[in-house]
């Protein structure tokens, strides 16, 4: 048995089901305010905001709207960098995880472990690849007004690195694209993973996705 529960309180701030979509993303956010505010603000109607999960700095587990239908977490679009926007309301493809967290803020590690086991049991039972392009900040979609959702000091790195799971990981490889750094990982079996988007982009490169063959398209500029 499983050493988290999910708590329910429920939002009326959803739309029932996903309008045909299937989801293939996990979308994590700060609530940029304290709990239980922050709770109660996303089960005010007039807040016209939710989200599926928040899980509070001590580690429990909300759920506000159930995986089945859309929670409004994400669904302004802004200058986006996630290759796997289609053109549509995000919400309908992706599920939606806040954390108790001010701007600027740290996660505490009681939040992270909870946070960590919510993630991993979603990937698996969604079959949601762990990667950068499927486990995503709110500023991938709204790169403007988002820009720090879930803010600099969110532990992607780690988060990763503990989601891929330490049996498979070898060493973590920091890449350097003139003066920025990026984290990768050594995998077993001659495999390696690092963020395809933003070293590519990094290198002055056009990214796309191909959603039919499910193929990075990556293109030089000029």
């Given amino acids: ?92 493809y992706t599920l939606g995880i806040e954390f108790e967290c001010l701007a600027g803020g740290e996660l505490t590690e009681t939040q992270y472990q909870a946070g960590l086991w919510l993630i991993s049991s979603l990937t698996e039972k969604y079959k949601i690849p762990v990667d950068q392009e499927h486990i ?39 890449i350097k694209v003139d003066d920025q750094v990026f984290t990768g990982f050594i995998l077993k079996d001659n495999l390696s993973y690092a963020p395809v988007r933003a070293l590519a982009e990094a290198l002055g490169c056009k990214v796309e996705w191909d959603d039919k063959t499910k193929t990075v398209l990556i293109e030089r500029r000029g």
């Fill in 1 to 92: 048995m499983s050493k988290y529960v999910i708590k329910q309180a429920a939002s009326p701030n959803h739309n029932q089901g996903r309008g045909g979509k299937k989801i293939i993303a996990i979308v994590l956010h700060i609530t940029a305010g304290l709990f239980p505010g922050c709770l109660g603000w996303m089960r005010n109607p007039a807040a016209k905001a939710s989200v599926h999960y928040l899980i509070t700095k001590t580690g429990e587990i909300y759920q506000l709207v159930q995986d089945t239908d859309t929670a409004w977490h994400a669904g302004i679009v802004n200058k986006p960098t996630w290759i796997l926007y289609d053109g549509s309301n995000p919400n309908r």
């Fill in 136 to 174: 995503i900040g709110h500023y991938r979609i709204d790169s403007v007004d988002r820009p720090n959702d879930p803010g600099p000091y969110f532990p992607w790195g780690r988060l990763f690195h503990d989601l891929i799971g330490e049996k498979d990981v070898l060493s973590e490889a920091k």
